[in-house]
């Protein structure tokens, strides 16, 4: 019964699928993608996505399975990346204070990740910059399209490919940048950034703000709470780099790094 249903041809159902999918309301691009079994068979998905692009409605774009070979951060990757390939970005209106963020890594709606995106906005306007798109950001199509009228890209490490197709479409600068954790890699984001927009002197004047804001706070609280305690830490390889520097400045002691995913 198994090698029955896995065999047999399905043609029909997926194709009515993916038709249904492309007109409701909303949807901007369909992915259409396979389990590791229908990557062994062979099952023709691309004849499918043609056949069902005919019918009009939104993009259908195939996302090859690869996680024979890949884990779940190339998965992320990929998927931006055949968004920045395929979304229409015409009609583009570049400003020089625009920027859009590529390569955030937004796995839910929840509040730790709109609170990141909280604070990537507040961390560029303290430069003068207008964040007008995030890859990803957990809203829509359209959301992702306000990336044309960037006039520059800012790589974050989840999607350095997708960074450089954007950049490459809309031909405007590309920065690549690792995640604002802590101090010292936060000042770093924030001078990266600056360089390439011209805005080093108020990256200086921002960051030397921050730190007479933070500082006193991390000397009275984190010092006398967190300073000598040991730390075992699982996470992914980006993040993990983030977190054991922020780990150090406090005066914390690293013992452990489990990496949950493929170091890039």
Not at 14 to 33: C, S
Not at 147 to 158: E, F, K, Q, V
Not at 232 to 243: F, N, R
Request: proline share 4%; charged share 25%; hydrophobic share 40%.
């Amino acid at each position: 019964s198994v090698v029955h249903n896995v065999t047999m041809d399905r043609s029909r159902h997926i194709e009515g699928v993916l038709k249904k999918v492309a007109r409701l309301k909303g949807v901007g691009m369909v992915f259409l993608t396979s389990m590791d079994f229908h990557h062994i068979v062979s099952i023709p998905l691309e004849r499918y996505r043609r056949a069902a692009a005919r019918a009009g409605g939104s993009p259908l774009i195939l996302l090859e399975s690869r996680s024979l070979e890949g884990d779940w951060l190339d998965g992320y990757a990929r998927v931006v990346q055949k968004a920045a390939e395929n979304l229409d970005l015409s009609r583009a209106r570049p400003g020089p204070g625009k920027v859009a963020l590529v390569g955030h890594m937004m796995d839910r709606n929840e509040g730790d990740q709109v609170g990141n995106l909280r604070e990537f906005r507040r961390l560029l306007k303290g430069l003068g910059l207008d964040l007008v798109s995030v890859w990803l950001d957990g809203k829509n199509t359209e959301s992702l399209r306000k990336a044309r009228d960037a006039g520059c890209i800012i790589s974050l490490p989840y999607a350095r490919p997708a960074a450089r197709t954007l950049a490459k479409t809309l031909e405007i600068p590309l920065v690549e940048v690792g995640l604002p954790i802590g101090i010292e890699k936060t000042s770093r984001f924030l001078r990266q950034v600056a360089g390439m927009t011209g805005r080093r002197d108020r990256a200086e004047a921002f960051i030397d703000k921050e730190l007479r804001r933070i500082i006193p706070s991390v000397r009275e609280h984190a010092f006398r709470y967190l300073a000598g305690r040991k730390v075992s830490l699982q996470q992914d390889p980006h993040l993990a780099a983030g977190i054991v520097s922020l780990l150090d400045e406090l005066g914390m002691e690293t013992t452990q790094v489990l990496l949950v995913g493929q170091a890039a």
